[in-house]
Every structure is written in C-alpha cells, then in structure tokens.
C-alpha cells in the first residue's frame, strides 16, 4: 500500500496566489520528497527534506516538515500558470529490504489560472 | 545524457499479445523501477532492481516479468496481455545519494499502453 497520501486531490487557483498541498505518512521515514509531473510526463524530483530538519526552501517553493505528525506541505508561492502539474509526495524508509524505495502518494492536482 | 529513456511510447495490444517494454538509463545508477500509472491510483511499484543481474518484485508484480542483464537496461514484459494491464508505465532509476542518505528518482517519459 502506498504510504504518502497527498490532500486535497485537486487545487484551482489564481495566478499570483499561494499553493499549500499535505502530504501524510504512516511509518518513520529517513527524509521526504516532493515530485512534479506535468500532464503526459514522468515526474521530475523537487525538494528533498531529511527527517531531521523542519522546513527548507528551494526558489519558490517551501517544504516543511513534522514527524511528530507524520506529515509534510509544499507550498509554492506567487503561483504561475506553468505551475499548472500535479504534485507527489514520496518517503522512503529504513534501509535493508526496501533499499532504494520510495512510496508515493495519489497526487495534488494543480491548476492555475491566469 | 539523455538520462532515462523509454521505448516504445505507445502501444496497442490485444488480449494475450505479449511485449516488451525497454528502459534505458546513461547516468551510470544502481538502482532501477518500473511503475505503472493510473487515473486515481497515484504510482504503483511493478517490480525494481538494486543492480546489474538482480529483481525484486513491488506492489503489483502479476502479469509481469523483469530483467537486468546489463546495468543501463532494465526491461520489463508481458506474457500474456489483459485489458487489466492497459496503464501508463514509466521507468525510474536512482542511485544512494551520500550526503542525504536517499535515492532521488530521475523518470523517463512514459509508455501508455492500450490492451483491447
């Protein structure tokens, strides 16, 4: 079963608005990225944030982080139309059997319109 | 570098048709997945390999065989096609990032394949 689940499914907004996507897990984690893909592509990794830091930035986007929660957001600021993908979050986790693994969410779909 | 690459990029197939799909990757990584991709269902781990001559199969490894003969490919095929298997499937590889202890996945294009 998958282990990240992203919320909401969908987002429409206005450009120049900000973007907040959740992402949720079930067991620990060593770190957590985010993925975009845009629509008929593969997905092309964001950000990543290790399970001991809180928050990183990256240009326009902003990852934060709690473990206490298991869940992480994305935000992405000052919305463009090429913005407009959807957004995977994807953990891994403890090393040995699942080395090299990563469990990814169902997915944001975002859309901006200009 | 072309980074991953897929072939073909669509297909059609009719039921008990059997295929291969080609993965290719120049960047060198240990590590290789295929994953298949439908409306809703987000990304499902169809089978992975941690190096060259190894697999292991993920979520949803029926219906499907894989193979890692040398390093750079990674193929995966279909015995016996059903319309259960019409999905998009995409090609990842990755390697053990040192500094963050992760494997970032680096994606090729996509196949989207029809089973009528």
């Known amino acids: 079963s998958q282990q990240g689940e992203e919320d909401p499914q969908a987002l429409s907004i206005q450009e120049g608005e900000n973007a907040t996507m959740n992402c949720s897990y079930k067991?620990?984690?060593?770190?957590l990225q985010w993925y975009r893909q845009n629509s008929g592509r593969g997905l092309v990794h964001l950000i990543l944030?290790?399970?001991?830091?809180r928050e990183k930035h990256s240009g326009r986007l902003r990852v934060t982080l709690d473990t206490s929660k298991k869940s992480s957001s994305l935000l992405i600021t000052a919305s463009r139309a090429a913005d407009t993908a959807s957004y995977f979050c994807?953990?891994?986790?403890?090393?040995?059997?699942?080395?090299?693994?990563?469990?990814f969410g169902r997915g944001t779909q975002l859309t901006v319109w200009p | 570098n072309a980074g991953v690459t897929q072939t073909p990029k669509f297909r059609v197939l009719k039921t008990g048709q059997s295929m291969t799909l080609l993965c290719a990757q120049d960047?060198?990584?240990?590590?290789m997945y295929w994953y298949r991709q439908d409306p809703g269902m987000g990304l499902r781990l169809i089978h992975y390999?941690?190096?060259?001559?190894?697999?292991a199969k993920g979520e949803v490894p029926d219906g499907y065989n894989v193979s890692r003969l040398k390093k750079q490919n990674f193929l995966l095929g279909l015995e016996s096609a059903a319309p259960s298997q019409t999905s998009v499937y995409f090609c990842?590889?990755?390697?053990?990032?040192?500094?963050?202890?992760?494997?970032?996945?680096?994606f090729g294009p996509g196949t989207r394949l029809t089973v009528t």
């Open positions: 960047m060198n990584h240990e590590y």
């Open positions: 067991t620990s984690i060593n770190n």
């Open positions: 390999s941690v190096g060259e001559g190894t697999t």
């Open positions: 994807a953990t891994d986790a403890s090393r040995g059997s699942t080395l090299g693994r990563l469990y």
């Open positions: 990842a590889s990755s390697y053990w990032d040192i500094r963050y202890d992760s494997y970032e996945q680096y």
């Open positions: 944030i290790r399970s001991n830091e």
